[in-house]
């Protein structure tokens, strides 16, 4: 059966992640805080995937190189796009990545006082990337570019759990159209499976967020559609994981998310045991 | 009442010992003897931070609370004591210049988990014994090659991923001492009790609803050596999944001295 590797740090698994930072990034997004560009979205969703998988495969002694991670921004040119330190790199191991964020900012969230009020803490908010609004979508370029990384990486890599692309966009291609190429990227596998290919779609487009839908009908226009037809379905065991936290994911759901949170697809990975009291 | 009791444990293959996150107590080979015999296992779960000490801290307050075997008299042990170990270990990471960092604060905050199985043997007045457990840890009795008792989990499909279990962090126990499993019997001379955590549990069970007798395959292994390489073979085999491992076998002395 497919996609039960165990992930571990003799044989970790890959996450790379493709950011748009066209200039239509620029533009608002969604419907709520009309001042949020699209651009603002990419970087706090980027900046929060990293942080829980991080997070995800942190203990007391260290963080655990459970998984290598990349990402490739695609605007004016396409290529690495770490910031700092970790600038020019393709595949950098978890605990790099833990270690070198550019900053950390202070932020602060509503948390139970345990009387049943809410009162702010000041939480660590590390940040790896800020807001890029400048030129082309080359999109295809960017699925290009993953899918030489992602055969080197199956090369060394040849039973892992099969890598994990997150495309962080608003689905506008410039290059000509994708599907072909996602197509080629999903066909690589390692010997537990086929490369997984997730969307999270970013758009000024006034319509309801959806998480993991499992068809197209209901999606807000042809870059939707586009980005959900790219989008792999969810292996069985995550959407068995899913499912327990409570999401609504019926067979065939996909990794496609329209206007809303992704970071959620973090808490769907395995790497141990998750106590059902641990949310 | 007089018990052989001998231990075997070990790592997720691809971990150090010091990764090890089960616990166990007592904590060595031996015979123990008296009218009120306690043993325990535990199992901190992969993904809590410091789920190791706080399982260690569990065995201990099970094996060491007298005449009580009941979820809350447990926690008031073990919350004080987890609260003392944690000012103490948060302590010596300032002291050594490596204080908690940022991706350390969420699974800090959040607290440990584990699983606890605990089994009290008694003698006199009022012999027999009694199990409390939470989680996906087990305790199999046999007796005269035959299957007695399987607890908290008799069915080989009730094993997942997502176990509910004790929290260090008081706010996530909610809904705890409902889920609490409390089992009692007898028990004769010569009986086996076997405690183990749940990658071992799953395959013991398995084998039992396929009408095998698995505790005939840890008979065999009479080392920590033979017991590595069994295990190695049944995880080489997808028999039982990577996992730490933790078996505690109990013999009841035929002749009472």
Not at chain 1, 14 to 33: E, K, N, R, V, Y
Request: glycine share 8%; proline share 6%; with cysteine.
């Amino acid at each position: 059966m497919a996609y039960q590797a165990e992930i571990s740090r003799s044989n970790p698994s890959c996450f790379l992640f493709l950011i748009d930072q066209s200039a239509s990034m620029a533009d608002p997004f969604g419907t709520g805080d009309a001042k949020k560009k699209k651009a603002d979205g990419v970087a706090d969703a980027i900046n929060r995937l990293l942080q829980n998988l991080v997070i995800k495969c942190a203990k007391a002694e260290g963080v655990r190189d459970y998984y290598h991670v990349g990402v490739i921004g695609y605007g004016k040119d396409v290529g690495p796009a770490f910031s700092g330190p970790l600038a020019g790199k393709t595949l950098v191991p978890i605990s790099e990545v833990a270690e070198m964020p550019a900053r950390i900012e202070e932020r602060t969230k509503k948390v139970d006082d345990g009387a049943g009020g809410l009162v702010d803490q000041t939480v660590k908010f590390p940040v790896w990337f800020d807001p890029v609004a400048n030129g082309g979508t080359p999109m295809s370029q960017a699925l290009m570019r993953a899918t030489s990384v992602i055969r080197g990486w199956l090369t060394d890599h040849p039973d892992c759990f099969p890598p994990i692309i997150i495309n962080i966009s608003d689905g506008e291609a410039t290059d000509g159209s994708p599907s072909a190429l996602a197509d080629a990227l999903k066909k690589l596998s390692s010997s537990d499976g086929g490369v997984l290919v997730f969307n999270l779609h970013l758009s000024s487009t006034d319509a309801s967020p959806i998480q993991f839908p499992a068809h197209e009908e209901g999606l807000a226009d042809k870059h939707a559609k586009l980005l959900y037809a790219m989008s792999s379905p969810l292996p069985d065991y995550m959407r068995t994981i899913a499912a327990q936290e409570g999401f609504n994911v019926d067979e065939g759901a996909r990794g496609f998310v329209f206007n809303a949170d992704i970071v959620s697809v973090i808490q769907f990975l395995d790497i141990g045991t998750r106590p059902s009291n641990l949310r | 009442m007089q018990v052989h009791a001998r231990v075997f444990w070990l790592p997720k293959t691809g971990n150090t010992a010091e990764e090890y996150e089960d616990a166990f107590y007592p904590n060595r080979d031996g015979d123990y003897g008296g009218t009120q015999l306690r043993f325990a296992v535990a199992d901190g779960a992969s993904e809590g931070m410091l789920s190791g000490q706080w399982a260690q801290i569990l065995v201990r307050a099970y094996c060491r609370a007298i005449n009580t075997s009941q979820m809350p008299d447990l926690l008031a042990r073990a919350l004080p004591s987890w609260r003392d170990w944690k000012q103490h270990y948060l302590d010596l990471r300032e002291r050594q210049g490596r204080p908690v960092m940022w991706f350390e604060e969420p699974g800090l905050e959040k607290g440990a988990f584990s699983t606890l199985l605990g089994l009290t043997l008694r003698d006199g007045d009022d012999p027999g014994w009694n199990a409390t457990a939470l989680g996906d840890s087990c305790m199999f009795q046999v007796r005269a090659g035959a299957l007695v008792t399987a607890m908290p989990i008799d069915d080989a499909e009730a094993f997942g991923s997502r176990p509910f279990l004790i929290a260090s962090n008081p706010a996530r126990n909610n809904g705890l001492l409902e889920r609490v499993h409390y089992a009692t019997g007898d028990w004769q001379p010569g009986d086996r009790f076997y405690l183990m955590t749940d990658a071992l549990a799953h395959w013991f069970v398995r084998e039992c609803e396929a009408g095998a007798t698995p505790w005939t395959a840890i008979l065999a292994a009479e080392d920590p050596d033979a017991f590595d390489a069994w295990t190695a073979t049944l995880k080489r085999e997808h028999q039982i999944r990577n996992d730490d491992i933790t078996l505690l076998c109990l013999e009841v002395a035929e002749d009472v001295p």
